[in-house]
């Protein structure tokens, strides 16, 4: 599914990343591992489009997508979950998981991924209408979760 071949990242002079290969086949689990600093954020970033690599190539299904924009790249099913539990303050739950499918269409789907959302983490059912700032951490990270959940994601 997701093929990056010789990635390299600068900010400015400094190079954060360096000729970093991998593969992510479809049904696996890949983690990246590493010290503070060693540039896995930044990789995280590349690979959706909200940096820019110079240098290498990051092929997802079969498309080099190193210079796609971040929408673009949501599009196509690539999705990262931020870690730090960014949800949206001053918008419900509900509106969260919304927000998570805006780019789709299809009422009826997003009606019934949000059920699935709401089974996969009953809490989020109960706090629905609430504020999303106010859950609890582990409350705003199920929300990061199902938020990117409802654009049914091909690679999260």
């Not at 190079?15 to 696996?28: M, S």
């Not at 240098?55 to 790249?73: C, D, H, P, R």
Request: hydrophobic letters at 40%.
């Amino acid at each position: 599914m997701l093929e990056v071949k010789n990635l390299s990242v600068h900010y400015g002079m400094i190079q954060a990343v360096r000729n970093v290969d991998f593969k992510v086949n479809e049904g696996e689990i890949v983690s990246l591992i590493g010290a503070n600093g060693a540039g896995k954020s930044t990789i995280l970033k590349t690979l959706s489009g909200l940096i820019h690599p110079s240098e290498g190539e990051i092929v997802y299904l079969g498309e080099n997508i190193a210079s796609t924009s971040a929408k673009k790249i949501v599009e196509k099913g690539l999705v990262q979950v931020p870690e730090g539990r960014h949800v949206f303050p001053g918008l419900t739950v509900k509106e969260n998981l919304e927000l998570g499918a805006f780019l789709r269409k299809d009422k009826e789907g997003i009606q019934k991924d949000m059920e699935d959302v709401f089974e996969r983490f009953p809490i989020l059912k109960e706090r629905k209408d609430q504020d999303a700032q106010t859950l609890s951490g582990g409350e705003q990270q199920m929300l990061a979760m199902g938020r990117a959940l409802m654009s049914r994601p091909k690679l999260l």
